[in-house]
């Protein structure tokens, strides 16, 4: 079983539209969670933190459900330039106490005129 | 400012060269990673520097060599790489390898490495 997992996607969608992304990590003992965004031949860039008490951040919105060990994404309005590729990243332990980032496999999005 | 670079932007190799990727941050961050990303595929975990010491080390061919020569700096040697190896190497900073909140990582733009 991967350490992350994520909606295989594709997801295709038209402008306006609410889109959602889940995503399940193994670990129990991870402490902290991200979602981030890449676009094609780009780097990752950090979109969100991801806390218990779920956030938002304008059109964006992410929940956390550890009793589920479940993270979500809910973008609101989609916008063309919310195209990209989203991929949920988790810390874990990797050895003694050091952390690691774990990436799931990431979900691409389009968004159509 | 929260910017990390990385040069080159391509390089072009082959398979007996010697050559090296370099990495910078000025953010005061204390951690460095190197990562290795395939097309449609998400970034693999290569290296952690954590306070200038090799901390992870994912079971990396010797042929990539990593190199911390002070907090703002990371570089990764090559040498005798193979075509499998092509793909765009990502260097990341956060403030910490603690994994908090707070210890977000920081991507460059990576470089795009062809072996032929």
């Known amino acids: 079983r991967k350490e992350v997992e994520q909606d295989p996607g594709p997801f295709n969608v038209p402008e306006g539209a609410t889109v959602a992304f889940n995503c399940t990590y193994s670990n129990s003992a991870s402490q902290s969670f991200f979602w981030y965004r890449q676009d094609c031949r780009k780097e990752p860039k950090l979109l969100m933190s991801?806390?218990?008490s779920g956030n938002e951040d304008g059109r964006f919105t992410a929940q956390l459900n550890r009793a589920s060990q479940y993270i979500s994404l809910l973008i609101r309005d989609s916008k063309l330039s919310d195209s990209a590729t989203y991929l949920c990243v988790v810390n874990i332990i990797s050895s003694g106490s050091a952390r690691q980032l774990t990436f799931g496999s990431g979900t691409q999005l389009t968004v159509l005129p | 400012d929260t910017e990390v670079t990385q040069t080159p932007k391509h390089l072009v190799m082959g398979m007996t060269n010697k050559k090296s990727l370099k990495c910078e941050q000025h953010m005061g961050h204390r951690a460095m990673y190197w990562y290795k990303q395939k097309a449609k595929k998400p970034p693999e975990l290569m290296f952690v520097?954590?306070?200038?010491?090799?901390?992870i080390n994912e079971s990396v061919p010797s042929r990539f060599s990593p190199e911390c020569p002070n907090s703002s700096l990371l570089n990764l040697h090559l040498h005798a790489l193979q075509p499998e190896d092509s793909a765009l190497y990502l260097c990341?900073?956060?403030?910490?390898?603690?994994?908090?909140?707070?210890?977000?990582?920081?991507f460059g733009p990576g470089t795009r490495l062809t072996v032929l």
């Open positions: 520097y954590s306070y200038e010491k090799l901390s």
């Open positions: 990341a900073s956060s403030q910490s390898a603690q994994g908090a909140s707070s210890d977000t990582q920081y």
């Open positions: 991801v806390y218990s």
